[in-house]
């Protein structure tokens, strides 16, 4: 058959994000870090984009005590990018990592 479209919404998008950062070793937790008012005001710690079929993404981590952060955030790139193109289909724009703090 041909002709089928695959509608996915921005917060599947986001929490498969959420799901393949929280994979990569290093990664405390997907979120903002500081005290409660700092995370209410900071926004929505992964953020997704579709345009046509390309996604742009914005995320925050906590890193764990003791890890390389520059590798970290590529690690990171790298998983939610997989996950973009591997497990939906779509294609990658760009990926902004934020490490927000290390716990």
């Given at each position: 058959?041909?002709?089928?479209?695959?509608?996915?919404?921005?917060a599947?998008?986001?929490?498969?994000?959420?799901?393949?950062?929280?994979?990569?070793?290093g990664v405390?937790?997907?979120?903002?870090?500081?005290?409660?008012?700092?995370?209410?005001?900071?926004?929505?710690?992964?953020?997704?984009?579709v345009?046509?079929?390309?996604?742009?993404?914005?995320?925050?981590?906590?890193?764990?005590?003791?890890?390389?952060?520059?590798?970290?955030?590529?690690?990171?790139?790298?998983?939610?990018?997989?996950?973009?193109?591997?497990?939906?289909?779509?294609?990658?724009?760009?990926?902004?990592?934020?490490?927000?703090?290390?716990?």
């Open positions: 058959m041909s002709g089928h479209d695959l509608t996915v919404s921005n599947v998008i986001a929490e498969m994000i959420r799901l393949a950062a929280l994979e990569v070793p405390q937790r997907v979120g903002r870090s500081g005290p409660p008012w700092r995370r209410l005001f900071a926004g929505q710690a992964v953020r997704a984009g345009h046509g079929r390309r996604v742009h993404v914005e995320l925050a981590v906590v890193a764990r005590p003791g890890q390389a952060l520059g590798p970290l955030g590529e690690q990171v790139r790298s998983a939610a990018g997989a996950a973009i193109e591997r497990l939906l289909g779509l294609e990658l724009d760009s990926v902004t990592v934020v490490i927000d703090g290390v716990g």
